[in-house]
């Protein structure tokens, strides 16, 4: 879409206004103020600018223009939102004639797939027994069968196809959907068909079993990557489970089909599969915009718990709460409700443990206790969030009796090695780079200053990941700079969109300009100073290196006159 539109709906809807619409909203000084609607909270954290048409919850961290908004409070998708908001502004919305193509494709690839589900589903009820007695067998219900458009493929290399041409589907298009094989015979044959929807609820791709185990092929045949589906971008169940996900505050995640339809059908509408044991990044980023509480209830042997042990590492670099449910060796969750019953697996969901102390507990697994520490060690080495990773420091120290120095003596260590062994540079602590968030301050409140600025340093003069980050963007958007919340619509990673917002909401600093470009560069030839220096030690013959270390020093000299120059005028 056209971002002069996006531009045009957002300006047409005024922030205030709509988010009143939706919640109760104060007036505080020249800003609104409301208790947080993604989050509970006893006192308003969530501020709302008029004035930069911006919204920033200082608690939750959530923020962002009109267009977040209703998306994160509907549970929407971005196209929806603006149509929403168009209409609510009484605009049109109309497309190129390029984006029309290329929506054309998606939506006719989308449309087979919906044909596809239908014959799928069609071919299950009338001609797939065999397949109906295998779902019998594994008391998967009719109605669930129903509800979740589960099918049947026939042992034949054309029949979805010629299906397809029968129902005026262009030949051409069939070799972009990933349903055919490279000599376009169907992928999918004589096996039960599981349909994968998006958040959404689209279908946009299948996971095919196979009927028999004498058949050739892998258990399961998947989807591949299309115009549509992503592997690892989706989450199965979660276009039904989500408002339940988000009422609840807290979702499971299981591995497989079964597992997720058998905890579906025992009312645990909360829950979705991974589709695997190797939860993605991706999956993490969608299922926390319905909750950010989440149980891992993989299979109980060791491949399981230790996918779940992983997974938890990453969840909770993402800012997310995570517990892991620890089922018995044999078990999976389909088998152990079948066997069990529905009270004891929420038995097991009351008892689930954080992830130092699930690990201590676990007997499955296979390692002793120093085993276990190496691993929740090689997880803090990989949490970035500063946050999350003192929390796990906090956790790991209380669950195995150690101290916080201990424990955070040794990620410090296993950090500089790792440092040392990738060749990075030790930096200052991010707590210190203030003259950085400074300089970035000073641009968004006066976009002429970025002039001045680029003409002396570049993003590498920024050693904070985040306000290097904001930079680029500041390079690539500083047209939009002095129009927040059109810059942040452009902006994909949601970290650094709610950063950019959290600054525009501050006062600049009294700080000159000249001051803060003059300390960044001073710092840069220092830590410049100090790599050539190290590696000077280890190949001190190195002439290049030596002539890089004098011009660094000259470099450094031209700043320390110019200050002198200054304090003398």
Do not use: W
């Amino acid at each position: 879409m056209d971002q002069y539109l996006i531009d045009e709906i957002i300006e047409r809807n005024d922030i205030v206004d709509v988010i009143g619409s939706y919640i109760s909203l104060k007036k505080t000084g020249s800003n609104f103020k409301a208790r947080c609607p993604f989050h509970d909270e006893k006192t308003a954290s969530f501020v709302v600018s008029p004035k930069k048409q911006i919204f920033k919850c200082f608690g939750c961290g959530k923020g962002g223009n009109v267009i977040t908004f209703v998306q994160e409070f509907e549970k929407i998708s971005f196209p929806e939102t603006l149509k929403k908001l168009a209409d609510r502004a009484g605009i049109t919305i109309t497309q190129t004639i390029q984006s029309k193509g290329k929506d054309s494709k998606r939506e006719l690839i989308y449309k087979i797939y919906e044909l596809t589900t239908g014959y799928f589903h069609k071919n299950l009820i009338e001609h797939g027994s065999g397949a109906l007695e295998y779902l019998a067998e594994r008391d998967i219900k009719n109605e669930t069968i129903k509800k979740f458009k589960l099918g049947f493929a026939l042992n034949s290399y054309g029949g979805l196809r010629n299906y397809l041409l029968k129902n005026d589907i262009n030949e051409k298009i069939l070799a972009t959907t990933g349903l055919f094989t490279s000599k376009n015979n169907d992928l999918f044959r004589e096996r039960i068909m599981f349909p994968i929807h998006s958040s959404a609820g689209k279908v946009v791709a299948f996971g095919g079993r196979k009927l028999h185990e004498s058949q050739t092929g892998g258990k399961y045949v998947n989807s591949p990557t299309t115009d549509i589906y992503t592997k690892g971008n989706e989450l199965y169940g979660l276009f039904d489970t989500k408002y339940t996900i988000s009422k609840k505050d807290f979702a499971l995640i299981c591995e497989g089909y079964t597992d997720f339809l058998r905890l579906y059908e025992n009312g645990y509408k909360n829950c979705v599969a991974s589709l695997g044991t190797s939860l993605t990044d991706s999956q993490i980023r969608i299922l926390s915009r319905f909750t950010e509480n989440i149980y891992m209830l993989y299979d109980g042997d060791g491949s399981g718990r230790k996918a779940a042990v992983r997974a938890a590492g990453k969840i909770l670099d993402k800012g997310c709460n995570v517990k892991i449910i620890g089922l018995p060796k044999t078990e999976d969750p389909d088998s152990y409700i079948r066997n069990n019953g529905a009270e004891k697996m929420q038995e097991l969901i009351d008892n689930a443990k954080p992830l130092a102390e699930f690990l201590k507990d676990d007997e499955v697994i296979g390692v002793d206790k120093k085993g276990k520490l190496s691993v929740l060690f090689d997880i803090l080495n990989e949490i970035e969030d500063e946050v999350a990773r003192e929390l796990l420091v906090q956790d790991i120290a209380e669950t195995f009796e150690l101290s916080k120095h201990a424990v955070s003596s040794k990620i410090r260590k296993k950090r500089r090695s790792f440092k040392k062994e990738t060749g990075e540079a030790e930096v200052p602590k991010i707590e210190q780079f203030t003259e950085e968030r400074d300089i970035i301050l000073l641009i968004i409140n006066n976009q002429s200053l970025y002039k001045k600025v680029a003409q002396e340093i570049d993003s590498s003069y920024f050693l904070t990941e985040k306000y290097r980050e904001i930079y680029k963007i500041m390079s690539e958007h500083i047209e939009d700079m002095d129009n927040i919340p059109a810059l942040i619509s452009k902006i994909e990673d949601e970290d650094i969109r709610n950063l950019i917002i959290e600054l525009s909401m501050l006062d600049p600093p009294t700080q000159a300009i000249d001051d803060t470009i003059i300390t960044l560069k001073t710092r840069k030839f220092h830590i410049d100073l100090r790599i050539i220096n190290a590696k000077i030690l280890n190949d001190p013959a190195n002439m290049e290196l030596h002539a890089k270390k004098n011009e660094t020093k000259k470099e450094l000299l031209k700043i320390n006159k110019k200050v002198v120059r200054k304090t003398l005028y």
